[in-house]
């Protein structure tokens, strides 16, 4: 089952495919796992090694990948019409008969390994990974996704085949196509696709949770000029009946750039920050809202003081209906460009049917963004946001705190 649209302007054929699961799903002794997978499947399969496959891909302008995320693992697939039969062909394989041959594995592995450690010493990864730490003991939320050094380097072939085989399955699996073909000819082309895959998945059960309630302030110590801040507490899911209040919420609050009050009380009236910024991170077993700014170590105690200055005031007293008329207007008018290329298109079609969304979606969302009002936003606000439950780390040599 797919959801297709029709597109003959060009002759390209985009498909993106998504499986429930992720690295939420690894033990905690294989933490980047997912993310290897996803980084090696299109190294080599069946009986093409990594070089043959490869070749074929650039030979035949095919485009093929994968990638892992806290939730989900994803497929894509973008290629030329009059290269269909090959370009499915191939991603076939990479689904159902990958080789994991050494080579490519160790290749890749020592390039995740390289990233990991220059992340050791970079702020904005040190402050991001402290929170989720914090935020979710001894859950799987609380591990990146790329793993860590030590798990990374203990994972073997066997584990990335076992995953492989857990992971990807038809009853877990939603797809998306737009693009040059008819859909008589798409449906025998995804049954043949999809054919060998195993149909149903061997997952591990995933905790809902909340990110801990508490007032939290870990500092990370490190001999740089400028502190890196991250910031953020308990949000929404994607399926919560507050989820479009609380949208337009964090675009008035930190999202919407310019026009958001903590850049113009934190950057524009008072230069302490180069940027400010917040946003919504729905995920399936959890709902966030998080922020962040980088400021000199000596403006960081009054940017935090700055910063839960306006969370309290936007908690009391909500917005104004001149901010609230103006995020509609914004965030429904820059909508359509989201949907600007096939590949776009697809990746929305994929994410509306991971989130249960309906086809009907795309023409609901502006009256769902429209009918939410000045009350709504004051519920949401009083629900989500509150200064004292809220987790904030910092990297560098902060002052004033």
């Known amino acids: 089952k797919a959801w297709f649209v029709e597109e003959r302007s060009i002759p390209i054929i985009s498909l993106e495919v998504a499986w429930k699961g992720g690295s939420s799903i690894e033990a905690a002794s294989k933490a980047g796992l997912a993310n290897l997978v996803a980084s090696t499947m299109d190294e080599g399969a069946g009986d093409f090694d990594s070089r043959i496959f490869q070749k074929k891909l650039s030979d035949n302008a095919i485009s093929l990948k994968f990638n892992a995320s806290k939730d989900s693992f994803q497929g894509s697939l973008k290629t030329l019409s009059k290269n269909r039969e090959e370009a499915f062909s191939l991603f076939s394989m990479a689904l159902t008969d990958p080789r994991f041959d050494t080579e490519p594995v160790e290749r890749i592995r020592n390039q995740i390994l390289v990233g990991l450690n220059r992340k050791l010493s970079n702020p904005n990864s040190l402050a991001g990974r402290?929170?989720?730490?914090?935020?979710?003991?001894?859950?799987?939320?609380?591990?990146?996704?790329?793993?860590?050094?030590?798990?990374?380097?203990?994972?073997?072939?066997?584990?990335?085949?076992?995953?492989?085989?857990?992971?990807?399955?038809?009853?877990?699996?939603?797809?998306?196509?737009?693009?040059?073909?008819?859909?008589?000819?798409?449906?025998?082309?995804?049954?043949?696709?999809?054919?060998?895959?195993?149909?149903?998945?061997?997952?591990?059960?995933?905790?809902?949770?909340?990110?801990m309630p508490q007032v939290s302030v870990k500092i990370i110590e490190q001999d740089i000029p400028q502190s890196v801040v991250v910031f953020g507490g308990a949000g929404v899911k994607r399926d919560d009946p507050d989820y479009y209040a609380a949208y337009i919420l964090n675009y008035i609050?930190?999202?919407?750039?310019?026009?958001?009050?903590?850049?113009?009380?934190?950057?524009?009236?008072r230069g302490l920050v180069y940027s400010v910024y917040s946003y919504l991170y729905p995920l399936r077993h959890s709902g966030l809202q998080l922020g962040g700014f980088g400021t000199s170590n000596a403006s960081v105690g009054e940017a935090v003081k700055l910063l839960k200055v306006e969370l309290h005031k936007i908690r009391n007293d909500g917005v104004t209906a001149e901010?609230?008329?103006?995020?509609?207007?914004?965030?429904?008018?820059?909508?359509?460009?989201?949907?600007?290329?096939?590949?776009?298109?697809?990746?929305?079609?994929?994410?509306?049917?991971?989130?249960?969304?309906?086809?009907?979606?795309?023409?609901?969302?502006?009256?769902?963004?429209?009918?939410?009002?000045?009350?709504?936003?004051?519920?949401?606000?009083?629900?989500?946001?509150?200064?004292?439950?809220?987790?904030?780390?910092?990297?560098?040599?902060?002052?004033?705190?």
């Open 253 to 269: 609050l930190g999202g919407g750039g310019f026009e958001s009050r903590l850049t113009k009380e934190i950057r524009e009236k």
């Open 323 to 401: 901010e609230l008329d103006a995020a509609k207007t914004y965030i429904n008018g820059s909508f359509p460009l989201r949907l600007s290329s096939n590949s776009k298109i697809a990746n929305i079609m994929v994410s509306m049917q991971v989130f249960d969304l309906p086809v009907e979606y795309l023409s609901d969302r502006p009256g769902l963004i429209n009918a939410v009002t000045l009350e709504d936003i004051l519920r949401a606000a009083k629900r989500l946001i509150n200064p004292d439950e809220m987790i904030v780390t910092i990297v560098g040599k902060p002052e004033g705190l």
């Open 130 to 211: 402290a929170w989720f730490e914090i935020a979710f003991p001894n859950h799987p939320y609380s591990v990146p996704t790329e793993g860590v050094i030590e798990t990374v380097k203990t994972i073997t072939q066997k584990d990335l085949i076992d995953f492989k085989n857990d992971q990807i399955a038809l009853d877990n699996m939603v797809v998306a196509v737009i693009g040059d073909i008819g859909k008589e000819e798409l449906g025998l082309l995804l049954d043949k696709t999809f054919g060998g895959v195993r149909k149903k998945a061997r997952l591990m059960k995933v905790p809902d949770v909340k990110p």
